[in-house]
T-cell receptor, first 116, second 112 residues
């Protein structure tokens, strides 16, 4: 079956430092990978959408300078939270989809970021 | 832009009660609508996808329909069980089908 693994599952970083999280698709080719943040008491905010062979598209309030993303092949993506502060804490989810649009998005279990 | 509104933040039911959760959506395109379920400590999982207005999707005893006229879609289950306790999110994808917009979630607690 199709699975998405995210690691680390939990991480703590000091305010002002950076943290990299990874997303691995297994059992399908992840043509499209979306990174979301689920902040406390909030729903899923889309950070950016990465489609292989296309430019990564960031949503309003999120920038490449703050959340650089790499999507080098059809099974892997990573995102870094640069210069993390309290407002960056939350559960970061990777959602990956295969070639055809409107097929199921498979989510990992997320990386929970705590900033101290 | 696209938006999804999910008003019920928390629902508490007893086993075998009827569940009904409603969302409204706004888009300029032709949406595909979804219901996701998130159990504690897990990422969201697809529960149902509804692509045609007034047609029902069904899975695990849940049914979903959407009404194009009122731009609303809902999730229902005739008889909930304790294992159904989770957070349910409605979501909508854009025309290209790559970007998902989520509602704020309904936390369902089913008492045994």
């Amino acid at each position: 079956g199709a699975l998405v693994y995210q690691y680390p599952r939990r991480t703590i970083c000091k305010s002002g430092t950076s943290m990299r999280m990874e997303c691995q698709a297994v059992g399908f080719q992840a043509t499209s990978v979306a990174w979301y943040r689920q902040s406390p008491q909030k729903t899923f905010e889309l950070i950016a959408l990465s489609t292989v062979n296309s430019a990564i598209k960031y949503e309003q309030n999120f920038t490449q300078e703050k959340f650089p993303i790499s999507h080098p092949n059809l099974s892997f993506s990573s995102m870094t939270v640069l210069n993390a502060y309290l407002e960056d804490r939350g559960l970061y989810l990777c959602g990956a989809r295969a070639v055809i649009a409107n097929t199921e998005v498979f989510f990992g279990k997320g990386t929970r970021l705590t900033v101290v | 832009g696209d938006s999804v509104i999910q008003m019920q933040g928390q629902v508490t039911l007893s086993e075998n009660d009827f569940l009904f959760i409603n969302c409204t959506y706004s888009t300029t395109g032709y949406p595909t609508l979804f219901w996701y379920v998130q159990y504690s400590g897990e990422g969201p999982q697809l529960l149902l996808q509804v692509t045609t207005a007034n047609n029902k999707g069904s899975s695990r005893g849940f049914e979903a329909t959407y009404d194009k006229g009122t731009t609303s879609f809902h999730l229902q289950k005739t008889s909930v069980q304790e294992i159904d306790s989770a957070v349910y999110y409605c979501a909508m994808s854009d025309n290209m089908g790559y970007k998902l917009t989520f509602g704020t979630g309904t936390s369902l607690l089913v008492d045994p």
